[in-house]
């Protein structure tokens, strides 16, 4: 029995209808779809709870002495300040003639 031969390649029928194949078509690889933007959202606001339970809150007596310490030192600090600007303002202001 003779094989039959394409008229442009030459090859066997057989082969030629194997190079017309389509390949399978892939898996898809590429990256896990995103969940929707509400579940997304849900989850988010679910975990911020979650963390909130575990946070460990300071007391009313913690509270009041850190409030007290933090005023303390932004007195302490403005007062720094404050003393610093009259100082060079008036060093300044006799280099300059003003006094």
């Not at 892939?26 to 509400?38: E, L, M, Q, S, V």
């Not at 509270?63 to 030192?73: A, D, E, N, P």
Request: proline share 6%; charged share 25%; aromatic share 10%.
């Amino acid at each position: 029995m003779a094989t039959r031969v394409t008229e442009k390649s030459g090859a066997p029928a057989s082969a030629a209808k194997e190079e017309r194949r389509k390949p399978a078509p892939a898996a898809r690889t590429g990256a896990p779809r995103r969940p929707h933007c509400f579940r997304r959202t849900w989850r988010y606001l679910h975990e911020v709870w979650g963390e909130l339970q575990r946070t460990q809150w300071p007391s009313r007596a913690e509270l009041i002495r850190s409030t007290q310490v933090v005023f303390g030192l932004l007195l302490a600090v403005g007062l720094y300040i404050f003393v610093l600007d009259v100082i060079i303002g008036f060093v300044i202001g006799a280099i300059v003639g003003r006094r």
